[in-house]
């Protein structure tokens, strides 16, 4: 099979010749940096896409298409550009390097430690009112700048006969929300002044909605995959109630996913960390054909019960092999029989596309990587 082809077979619950493989098709499904380096230097092969990151802040770069197709990747992202107002712009004081997203939101990575960079400042922490939220600079969501690297790079994955994934254009309706407050402050919000927290869903929301509709028009009918994301877990619960999340960010996933629908046959991928089995049925309800990234060492997340209860309704892209503890710090024998162990247990009739948990963070050894690989390539036959 081609890998377009196989791809489609597992979106449609059809056993494929072999489980799809993803690596670098998303800024959810991933290589940070530091790995990438290291595979590539055991793989033998240069590094000059090393420094051309497809995510900033997680340190998460463009693989190389000798990269990709040497490990026989299956899919391809397209991935919007920075807005030809606010590039990409990162500045350097003595002890670190920070940026500003076009929402106004400050990220820094230390130079003492540069593994990721994290929020510093969030632009609308101390607004007391609406009309303190009303006067902030919000993004323009038609900035066309944002086409522009797409159609080549679908163009790329035509010619490859690579499944196309198209990404997301900013982060969350509820991560943007949290991010511009304060997580903290977002969630008193919800609880105390829901109109605060509302306007601002609302304003990610139509900024998304606006951007769907720009690049769905151009592209909806050239693509495979659309990412759209949220990240309501922890590692041990949702981070708000299921009501809450039913009765505020629900209606507003479910307006962009039939917005996604009505634009584009596409599958609708949705990425949420964390341990949210409570609102994986409404997830399924509003739209969402894939599932990722299938955290499967958290409470109820067992990914044997996932499959019982949720294979036949939505496809698990993630959950390929444990990576906080097996794929970072266990041997290649451990990763290689974790590996065998998810594909038994998720790739049976179809629905399932190998990746790890999340993306590959730094630290994890090439040696794991190569073991993982092998274990999909031996083990993902149908």
């Not at 304060?182 to 869903?201: C, N, S």
């Not at 922890?234 to 999340?245: E, G, V």
């Not at 970072?328 to 948990?357: K, M, Y």
Request: glycine share 6%; aromatic share 10%.
């Amino acid at each position: 099979m081609k890998s377009r082809e196989r791809l489609l077979a597992a979106l449609h619950h059809k056993n494929p010749d072999r489980v799809p493989l993803d690596i670098g098709s998303s800024m959810m499904t991933g290589i940070h940096r530091d790995a990438y380096h290291r595979w590539c230097s055991l793989l033998g092969l240069p590094q000059d896409a090393s420094n051309h990151y497809f995510e900033p802040s997680m340190q998460i770069v463009y693989a190389a298409e000798d990269f990709l197709d040497i490990l026989e990747i299956d899919t391809r992202p397209a991935l919007p550009a920075w807005p030809k107002d606010y590039p990409l712009d990162i500045h350097e004081d003595p002890d670190c390097k920070y940026y500003y997203d076009e929402w106004g939101y400050g990220l820094k990575m230390p130079k003492s430690d540069p593994i990721y960079y994290s929020l510093f400042y969030h632009p609308l922490r101390k607004a007391e009112y609406i009309s303190d939220l009303k006067i902030h600079p919000f993004p323009d969501p038609n900035d066309k700048t944002r086409l522009l690297p797409i159609n080549d790079q679908i163009q790329l994955a035509e010619q490859k006969e690579k499944a196309i994934v198209l990404n997301n254009v900013c982060a969350g309706t509820m991560e943007v929300a949290s991010w511009l407050r304060g997580l903290d402050q977002f969630l008193m919000d919800l609880a105390l002044q829901p109109e605060m927290a509302e306007y601002l869903l609302d304003k990610v929301v139509d900024f998304k909605l606006a951007y769907w509709k720009m690049v769905l028009e151009k592209f909806g009918d050239r693509i495979d995959v659309v990412v759209e994301s949220d990240d309501i877990g922890t590692q041990s619960s949702m981070l708000i109630s299921p009501r809450m999340y039913r009765t505020f960010i629900k209606p507003r996933h479910r307006q962009i996913i039939d917005l996604i629908k009505s634009q584009t046959s596409a599958k609708v991928f949705f990425h949420s960390c964390g341990a949210i089995r409570p609102i994986i049925p409404d997830l399924i309800e509003i739209g969402v054909d894939i599932l990722n990234p299938v955290q499967f060492n958290l409470p109820g997340m067992d990914a044997r019960s996932l499959k019982k209860d949720f294979g036949n309704d939505v496809v698990f892209w993630g959950g390929g092999v444990e990576t906080q503890s097996i794929l970072s710090r266990g041997s290649p024998v451990d990763v290689r029989e974790n590996v065998r162990q998810q594909i038994e247990i998720l790739a049976e009739s179809g629905g399932f596309v190998f990746a790890t948990v999340h993306n590959i963070q730094g630290e994890v050894p090439p040696e794991n990587l190569n073991a993982m690989w092998q274990a999909v390539m031996d083990f993902g036959r149908y």
